[in-house]
């Protein structure tokens, strides 16, 4: 299982499937893939991406000064989920965070997939909400990589 870097293009069937299935919004395009330091780490199974995450150098909500990584389009094929590929590719990007000396990694996290990061060491911050995208309850989640 080797996580690559991936043009937003070759991940973007793998969110529509996982992301965006019953969804208020169709749309898998993200207004933070146009930053220019977003990247996405996939891992490609015989040529098909069946995982992927987005990761973008963004100040973390609750305290702005800290250098914080933004995770977003966290997605694994469902066929495969619940085998590792989700810690293995949060792993990857945390590695990524760590190499550019940030602080904190930080997320929006659909309230199904809070256990997933929980297990990953992340906290779960403040009051829920519900994400217009998705129409689901979100809360924010965050690694603390000074401590973790
Ligand atoms: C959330 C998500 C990204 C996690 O990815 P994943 O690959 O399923 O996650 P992991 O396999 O690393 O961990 C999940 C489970 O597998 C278990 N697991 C971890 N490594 C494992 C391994 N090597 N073999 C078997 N099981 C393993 C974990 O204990 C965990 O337990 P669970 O069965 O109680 O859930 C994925 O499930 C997904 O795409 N969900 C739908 C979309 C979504 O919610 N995205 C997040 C938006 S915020």
Given at each position: ?148
């Amino acid at each position: 299982m080797e996580v690559a870097l991936l043009p937003l293009d070759d991940i973007m069937a793998l969110r529509l499937a996982v992301l965006r299935a019953d969804t208020p919004s169709s749309s898998a395009h993200y207004a933070e893939d146009t930053d220019p330091t977003a990247v996405h780490l996939g891992i490609r199974q015989d040529g098909v991406v069946v995982a992927c995450s987005t990761w973008i150098v963004r100040p973390y909500p609750p305290d702005l000064s800290t250098p914080a990584m933004q995770l977003k389009g966290m997605a694994v094929a469902q066929h495969l989920q619940s085998q590792g590929l989700g810690a293995v590719i949060l792993a990857a990007g945390i590695q990524r965070a760590i190499a550019q000396s940030k602080t904190i990694v930080w997320a929006r996290a659909r309230d199904s997939a809070i256990a997933f990061y929980q297990r990953n060491g992340f906290s779960v911050v403040g009051d829920m909400f519900v994400d217009d995208a998705t129409g689901m309850p979100h809360h924010l989640v965050m690694l603390d990589l000074t401590t973790s």
